[in-house]
Structures are given as C-alpha cells and as structure tokens.
C-alpha cells in the first residue's frame, strides 16, 4: 500500500504538526483543576508566594514549605498557576516499560527530611504497596509510577485550593511601588486555556518554574508528521488508531543520541514490529550515560555552593565535560537491549539496509521537505569530525519516512519572554540577561525594586548552579532552600529555619 493510503485524513492528525505541542489542553480543558474552582484566591489581595508552573521544581516548594514552617502561626497565602489542565509529568514521554534514572531515595522530601510525609516510601506505604516494591529489589521504579507519586504528591495541594491548573501565564509586571518608587509586589497574568479570559493575580514573591522548552531543528519545523519527543505518548497512540486498518509497514526516523530518542526508537520497533525504523545520529555511536558513584557526586546538593563560586570560564569548562553524564547519552541497559536486537537481525540477512531497524550514524539531517502524502523527506548528509572537532558534510542520501520523531533537547529560556516587562529593573550592566544569586533570586537594581519583593528562577540556572539545575536530584533541598530564602524570617524559631535540608538525627 502506497503511504497515501494510510487511512488517516490529514486533519485527524493536524495537531501532529511540528508546531503544536499542546494540542492535547483543549480536549482536556473540561478537567480544569480536577474539579477545585479554578482561582480560590481575590484579585485584590497581595499573595506571599505565587509560584509560575506545577512541576516537581514547585511541587518541591510546596511540599518544603508544608514541612518546615511552624503549624502555629497563620501559613502564608501562596498559589501555584499551571498550564496543563491537569498534574502530568513528561506525559509524553511515558513509555510502556520506562524506568527512573535517579534512585527513588531522591524523591521531592527524603534528602531534606527523610521523615516528611511525602517520601516515596511514604507514597508506596499508603498505598499498601510497600512490601511489593521492597521485593523488586530496585532503586529505580518506572517512571509511571514515580508520576503516580508526584500526582499523590500534588493532590495534597490541589485540596488545599492552592493550585489552579489551565493557566497559561503571559507575563509579570510591577504590581505596587513604595514611596521611593521602588517594586513590592508583582502583577502575574495568566490566560484560562479552556476560556480565553485573561486574569491577573498580586503578589510580593513570583518563582518561575516552568521547565524546559522541545526544541526541533529549524529545518523540520512546520512539517506535518514531525513532532518532538515530549509529545511522543499521545502522537503515536494517535498514530496507532489511524493506520490500524493499514496492511503497509511504516516507516519511521528518530533523530537524536539521547536517552528519549533510545527510547523512542525502541518503543516504535516493538509497538510496530514490520515497520523501517531508523535512528539518525551524528555521531559514531550512542554513548552510555554515567552514572558510577564518583561521577554521580556532580549532582549532589553540596555540590551547588562550589559550583556557583567557582570563576565562570573554569565552570563553563566544566559544565562542557560534564555534560557526557547527562546530555545526548542512554543508560547502558538500553543500549546493550538495543545492541542485542539489532544483532538479531544479522541472522536473517548481513545486509544493513534489509532490516526493520537501524541506526544511521555519523548523519546529520541537511534539508526536509513534505511529499504530497504528507510523508516526510530527509536529505541527509554525512558528519566528520577531524581533529579539531569541526564537522565536515561528506556524501548525502534521501530518506522517505511517514513520521519523524526529534528527540533533540530543550531549551530554558521561557522565563526570558515571561518576565520580560521586568527587564527594565535589571542592573544597567546585565545586557538584559536575568542574573540569579546563589538562593536563585533574580538580581534586580536596588534603587527600582524593594527588598520586600522578589523574582526566584527555577531549572534554568545551569550555567550558574551545575548540571544537577534541570534534573530532579536537587529538587527536595532545593526546595527547602527556596523557603528559607522567601520566608527566612518566618520560617519558625531560627534553629528550625536553619534545619531545612540539613536535618539533624532524631
Ligand atoms: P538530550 O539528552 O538533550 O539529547 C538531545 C539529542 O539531540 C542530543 O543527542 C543532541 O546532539 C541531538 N540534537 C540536538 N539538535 C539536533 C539536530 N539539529 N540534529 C540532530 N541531532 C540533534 O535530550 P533527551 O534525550 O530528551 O534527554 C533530556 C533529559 O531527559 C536527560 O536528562 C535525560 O536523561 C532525561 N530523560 C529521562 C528519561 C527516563 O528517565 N527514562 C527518558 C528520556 C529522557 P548534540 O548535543 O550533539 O547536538
């Protein structure tokens, strides 16, 4: 059967287009907040703390704030504003069969206070499944089923009225100014996905957390049937529906060396066992990631104050040898599951382009276009690395796909767009870049904003606070850092204020 033949109408799939990648929040819409009023807190009153994003990163927060400050005193009024209609956690990339990289010790509570109520262990206890989980001997549960503690997590929240989920927030600006002119509160705005309506909140503390951004090389981009990574779960399983009744076998490309695209490759082989699957890499191989003890100790929370110490140029190097632990690797597990099926394939034929599935290295996608059919075609290009590191194209093909997946990275610049009413505040010296502290305050100009009110930035530190910035190991300290800087002075007697991610034995 000829690929137009695949019964799929063009619009059934129209939101598998590289453009789109939310096009799953409409159909949702109606699940707005899991039934809680969407915005419990007034227009009129100035939040202590509204934090821009319900992931892990803020789930971290909320979770170190409900354990550390004094259940005495009144809690102060906080709001978590979140675009997804609902609590989801990399939801298109949950793979049937996917497991953590991180051990489950680093859950959103544990390294800041093993004894919180929201340790994983925790979770499996009340869920009366901790002797199973002990059984499977692992460090590493399937990431199912850490997103199922993370929504256990969150729902404790969500019945606080503290979040309101189909908010997509548009930007923040000066909220009041005291006599002097200077910033004490903050105007967020954020836009109802299911309604439109555009709405504002106050408050003296915004944390921006919003996560990484899918990026798709420039070339694919606007292609029908080209999507990213993040939105594998839900395109393929629309994909699925519509070629159910096709006899032809697919063909498919991922491009990309990193642990998505592994994933996304083997998921497509064995979810289409006729299909052409073929993994475009540029380099000579894929690369396992590190995770050996001594290596892991990068993303130790200990580690951040060195790292942000160190002199910029020594951390930037760094950061670049480091990136190998992180960045465009596959856990070796996979690697040597996918070494073994590609080698049985050698038993039916010793000719690489006979089999279902390949990896083509050293290519790197020159040039895309769409055929008629709406299928995709690649012109590859040979990739040489001499010596000194520089690419050179050698010999170049054409590749015909129906699907291309790009598991090619993230970028972290929202906050750059989201705060960007707020650049006008910034040192004259900053060249309009948002500068963080240590505790991920955003250095403002102190003659325009009061020490009263303040901007913290979330995942896209880097550059500033190492490798561990975007991944979860950090998250529970990171939280209980985030409260001692906002509310410092509030968070209990001094010695408990102290305490946070550094408890003492019982
Ligand atoms: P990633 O590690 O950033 O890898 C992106 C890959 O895309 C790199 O190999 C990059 O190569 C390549 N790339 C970028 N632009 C390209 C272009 N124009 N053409 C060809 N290749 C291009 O992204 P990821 O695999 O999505 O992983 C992101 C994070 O999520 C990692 O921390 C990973 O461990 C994590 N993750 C975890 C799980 C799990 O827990 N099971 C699953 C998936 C991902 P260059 O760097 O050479 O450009």
């Known amino acids: 059967m000829a690929p137009s033949a695949i019964s799929t109408p063009t619009d059934e799939l129209s939101s598998f287009h590289s453009n789109g990648v939310s096009s799953l929040n409409g159909q949702l819409s109606n699940m707005h907040l899991n039934g809680h009023a969407p915005l419990s807190t007034s227009p009129s009153e100035t939040l202590d703390l509204l934090c821009i994003g319900f992931g892990p990163a803020s789930l971290a927060i909320a979770i170190a704030l ?3 400050l004094p259940k005495t005193s009144p ?16 939801a298109g990339m949950q793979l049937p069969g996917a497991k953590m990289q991180i051990s489950f010790l680093k859950d959103l509570a544990t390294p800041r206070d093993p004894r919180s109520k929201f340790t994983f262990i925790n979770y499996l206890f009340s869920q009366g499944r901790l002797n199973q989980f002990i059984n499977l001997s692992t460090f590493l549960p399937s990431r199912a089923e850490y997103e199922d503690y993370l929504c256990w997590c969150a729902g404790h929240f969500e019945r ?3 979040v309101a989920y189909g908010m997509d927030v548009c930007g923040v ?15 967020v705005t954020a836009r109802s996905t299911s309604s439109g309506e555009l709405v504002t909140r106050r408050a003296k503390h915004v944390v921006v957390a919003v996560g990484g951004r899918p990026v798709i090389p420039q070339i694919m981009q606007g292609l029908k049937h080209v999507a990213h990574s993040s939105q594998f779960a839900n395109t393929i399983t629309r994909i699925e529906e519509a070629v159910k009744d096709s006899i032809r076998p697919l063909r498919f490309a991922v491009v990309g060396s990193g642990q998505s695209a592994a994933e996304i490759f083997n998921d497509l082989w064995e979810r289409f066992p006729d299909s052409n699957v073929r ?13 050996s003890p001594f290596v892991n ?5 200990d580690r951040v104050d060195g790292i942000y110490s160190q002199d910029p140029t020594l951390r930037a190097s760094a950061l670049a040898l480091d990136r190998g632990t992180n960045y465009g690797v596959v856990r070796l597990t996979l690697l040597e599951h996918l070494y073994e099926k590609l080698y049985m394939q050698r038993l039916r034929s010793s000719n690489p382009s006979q089999w279902r599935a390949n990896i083509l290295t050293n290519r790197q996608v020159l040039s ?3 055929s008629k059919d709406s299928s995709v075609k690649l012109r590859l290009g040979e990739v040489q690395q001499n010596a000194a590191g520089v690419q050179e194209s050698g010999e170049e093909e054409e590749l015909e796909v129906d699907y291309v997946f790009t598991a090619t990275g993230y970028k972290r610049n929202a906050h750059e767009e989201i705060l960007s009413e707020l650049t006008k505040l910034l040192p004259s010296d900053s060249n309009s870049k948002f500068g963080v502290k240590r505790d991920y305050s955003v250095v403002f100009d102190g003659t325009k904003v009061d020490e ?3 901007v913290w930035l979330q995942g896209c530190n880097e550059g500033t606070h190492g490798l561990s910035d975007t991944l979860l190991s950090i998250l529970a300290i990171r939280g209980g850092e985030l409260v001692n800087s906002i509310f410092g002075n509030r968070s209990g007697s001094e010695s408990e204020a102290t305490s946070i991610g550094s408890s003492s034995p019982p």
């Open 279 to 291: 993994l475009i890499i540029k380099g000579a191989s894929l690369r396992p990631s590190d995770d």
């Open 66 to 68: 409900h354990d550390t």
């Open 297 to 301: 100790e990068i993303f130790d929370p």
């Open 160 to 162: 606080e009225g503290k």
């Open 173 to 187: 600006k000066v909220g009041t100014t005291n006599a002097e002119g200077r910033a004490t509160s903050w105007e």
């Open 452 to 454: 009263s009110a303040g």
């Open 75 to 90: 809690s102060p009024s906080v709001l978590f504003l979140e675009k997804q209609p609902q609590f989801a956690w990399h």
């Open 368 to 370: 895309a276009s769409q």
